[in-house]
């Protein structure tokens, strides 16, 4: 009878000190927070440099770059919200998730980072910009934005109110960045200890109205913002260009629209207008207000990152927390004379990323090689000690993290815009590190969402050491001439290894 009590209690000690070591085992692995502006274009970063820098408040932008790693060639593959975030989530182009353009909505049951995450253990939650349509899945809890959502007294959608009725949305008061952190931060407090965690907290500024909290509104007053050099850009025929472009004078129409009668965005800082102004200082007034409340809008992140931060360190996890901070995509400050995203030009098409995991990333670190967001995904498996799943195309870039040089990363980058129209024509390219070669092919592709109005197709090619603003098209030219035939060559390569059938013929 005693061997029988000393072999219970054995065993009864042996699962105790089985139970803490698997404990101890999924507490080893690092949480992650995932925190994704829209539109936060990497200008107006101030890490990146720029005119803007000394302008724009990044106390805690520059913080995670001080304490972990800068990406400076980070590009996504379709310069649009919806499919750039399906991308994010699945690791795939956007001709494999089938989310081209912003009416598409990515399939429940197809594969994504929460839902791998979620299997292995992870807690996951969701709290801020969805904008896939459908029901967010792999997320143990979420609270998202109807759409794009409000930017005062926001409403969200729940698990238990999904479907689409007023009566189903829960109303927040504050301003939603504010109101996004916060309920982030409660889902971090309600968290099971035992468990790593996975967290997205999604901003939606600073998408256009570019609105901001009312603390921020003398921000910028009776300040003169410098220009972009090409902020009176014409268009074509100053540049060679083969399409006009969404013009810094459209956003000035909405804001005269806006003071006067309903529009689709209600912009602060109203009314606003240009009347008995030329065309350049029109132009100089609308950047100046659009300038501003952009700052102001990104004023508003970068003070919730810093609330997530002081989080962690009060409660002892910094350590073994990831924190990255990323934009679905870039954005047009004036460049080009234009605004808004969509192209393949370097504004658009460039992701500004910062991360932090002080166990593994030295601070103040940067990574030049080219990364793309179908790479994110990758990364947060590699972190999470998981093979790279199947059905992510992207790569893990851990090791250029850690300081490493990576033998036979890529050189250059396939991109594929779909939402066709005459002003910003569907098109697809190839970024290396000095060259950018573009084809506008000029027709909708039978997706949701683009005009079906044909325009003539053309190309353009961009030396970015001659020319990093990409103020000349040179394709025409002949000293280029063998360098276009290798870079046709690559293109057609690129979109191959890729995988995308939707080729157009020349």
């Given at each position: 009878?005693?061997?029988?009590?000393?072999?219970?209690?054995?065993?009864?000690?042996?699962?105790?000190?089985?139970?803490?070591?698997?404990?101890?085992?999924?507490?080893?692995?690092?949480?992650?927070?995932?925190?994704?502006?829209?539109?936060?274009?990497?200008?107006?970063?101030?890490?990146?440099?720029?005119?803007?820098?000394?302008?724009?408040?990044?106390?805690?932008?520059?913080?995670?770059?001080?304490?972990?790693?800068?990406?400076?060639?980070?590009?996504?593959?379709?310069?649009?919200?919806?499919?750039?975030?399906?991308?994010?989530?699945?690791?795939?182009?956007?001709?494999?998730?089938?989310?081209?353009?912003?009416?598409?909505?990515?399939?429940?049951?197809?594969?994504?980072?929460?839902?791998?995450?979620?299997?292995?253990?992870?807690?996951?939650?969701?709290?801020?910009?969805?904008?896939?349509?459908?029901?967010?899945?792999?997320?143990?809890?979420?609270?998202?934005?109807?759409?794009?959502?409000?930017?005062?007294?926001?409403?969200?959608?729940?698990?238990?109110?999904?479907?689409?009725?007023?009566?189903?949305?829960?109303?927040?008061?504050?301003?939603?960045?504010?109101?996004?952190?916060?309920?982030?931060?409660?889902?971090?407090?309600?968290?099971?200890?035992?468990?790593?965690?996975?967290?997205?907290?999604?901003?939606?500024?600073?998408?256009?109205?570019?609105?901001?909290?009312?603390?921020?509104?003398?921000?910028?007053?009776?300040?003169?913002?410098?220009?972009?050099?090409?902020?009176?850009?014409?268009?074509?025929?100053?540049?060679?260009?083969?399409?006009?472009?969404?013009?810094?004078?459209?956003?000035?129409?909405?804001?005269?629209?806006?003071?006067?009668?309903?529009?689709?965005?209600?912009?602060?800082?109203?009314?606003?207008?240009?009347?008995?102004?030329?065309?350049?200082?029109?132009?100089?007034?609308?950047?100046?207000?659009?300038?501003?409340?952009?700052?102001?809008?990104?004023?508003?992140?970068?003070?919730?990152?810093?609330?997530?931060?002081?989080?962690?360190?009060?409660?002892?996890?910094?350590?073994?927390?990831?924190?990255?901070?990323?934009?679905?995509?870039?954005?047009?400050?004036?460049?080009?004379?234009?605004?808004?995203?969509?192209?393949?030009?370097?504004?658009?098409?460039?992701?500004?990323?910062?991360?932090?995991?002080?166990?593994?990333?030295?601070?103040?670190?940067?990574?030049?090689?080219?990364?793309?967001?179908?790479?994110?995904?990758?990364?947060?498996?590699?972190?999470?000690?998981?093979?790279?799943?199947?059905?992510?195309?992207?790569?893990?870039?851990?090791?250029?993290?850690?300081?490493?040089?990576?033998?036979?990363?890529?050189?250059?980058?396939?991109?594929?815009?779909?939402?066709?129209?005459?002003?910003?024509?569907a098109h697809y390219g190839l970024r290396t590190e000095r060259y950018k070669l573009i084809y506008y092919y000029g027709r909708p592709m039978n997706n949701a969402g683009p005009q079906s109005e044909w325009t003539s197709p053309g190309w353009e090619l961009y030396d970015l050491e001659k020319d990093p603003f990409e103020n000349q098209n040179v394709y025409?030219?002949?000293?280029?001439?063998?360098?276009?035939?290798?870079?046709?060559?690559?293109?057609?390569?690129?979109?191959?290894?890729?995988?995308?059938?939707?080729?157009?013929?020349?």
């Amino acid at each position: 009878m005693v061997v029988k009590k000393e072999l219970f209690y054995s065993i009864i000690l042996f699962t105790v000190i089985l139970g803490h070591g698997l404990q101890a085992q999924s507490s080893s692995r690092p949480n992650i927070v995932f925190i994704m502006s829209d539109d936060h274009t990497s200008q107006s970063w101030g890490i990146y440099g720029g005119i803007l820098k000394d302008y724009v408040q990044n106390k805690n932008i520059s913080r995670l770059a001080e304490e972990g790693a800068v990406l400076r060639n980070a590009f996504c593959t379709n310069s649009i919200c919806v499919p750039s975030r399906a991308s994010i989530l699945t690791g795939q182009y956007s001709h494999d998730n089938k989310v081209f353009t912003l009416q598409d909505s990515l399939n429940p049951h197809h594969d994504n980072i929460a839902k791998v995450l979620q299997e292995a253990g992870y807690q996951t939650g969701l709290f801020g910009k969805w904008h896939l349509k459908s029901q967010p899945m792999g997320f143990d809890d979420y609270m998202v934005l109807p759409g794009q959502g409000i930017y005062h007294d926001p409403y969200f959608r729940g698990r238990d109110y999904w479907e689409n009725n007023q009566k189903n949305l829960i109303q927040k008061k504050g301003f939603s960045t504010d109101v996004i952190t916060q309920m982030s931060l409660d889902w971090l407090d309600d968290r099971k200890t035992d468990q790593p965690f996975f967290l997205m907290c999604h901003f939606k500024a600073t998408h256009e109205p570019f609105d901001y909290a009312h603390r921020f509104e003398t921000l910028y007053q009776d300040v003169d913002i410098p220009t972009p050099d090409n902020l009176y850009d014409v268009g074509p025929s100053s540049t060679n260009r083969v399409f006009t472009g969404h013009s810094m004078d459209i956003l000035g129409q909405r804001y005269e629209q806006a003071s006067t009668g309903d529009f689709w965005a209600k912009y602060p800082g109203l009314p606003f207008s240009t009347e008995n102004l030329s065309a350049d200082s029109a132009r100089y007034q609308i950047y100046q207000k659009f300038i501003k409340d952009f700052m102001r809008s990104g004023a508003g992140i970068d003070e919730n990152i810093g609330h997530i931060l002081d989080y962690l360190d009060d409660r002892g996890l910094t350590e073994n927390t990831i924190v990255i901070y990323t934009s679905d995509q870039g954005y047009f400050l004036g460049e080009h004379g234009f605004f808004d995203k969509r192209m393949m030009l370097e504004e658009s098409l460039r992701m500004p990323f910062v991360i932090r995991y002080p166990k593994e990333i030295k601070g103040g670190s940067e990574v030049n090689d080219i990364i793309l967001n179908i790479d994110f995904p990758a990364l947060m498996a590699d972190y999470a000690g998981l093979e790279k799943p199947s059905f992510i195309a992207g790569q893990s870039f851990r090791e250029q993290l850690k300081g490493e040089s990576v033998k036979d990363w890529r050189n250059h980058m396939y991109y594929r815009y779909w939402t066709h129209s005459p002003t910003r024509p569907a098109h697809y390219g190839l970024r290396t590190e000095r060259y950018k070669l573009i084809y506008y092919y000029g027709r909708p592709m039978n997706n949701a969402g683009p005009q079906s109005e044909w325009t003539s197709p053309g190309w353009e090619l961009y030396d970015l050491e001659k020319d990093p603003f990409e103020n000349q098209n040179v394709y025409k030219e002949k000293k280029y001439r063998k360098i276009r035939q290798k870079l046709h060559k690559d293109l057609q390569q690129a979109m191959a290894d890729a995988g995308d059938q939707y080729d157009i013929k020349k």
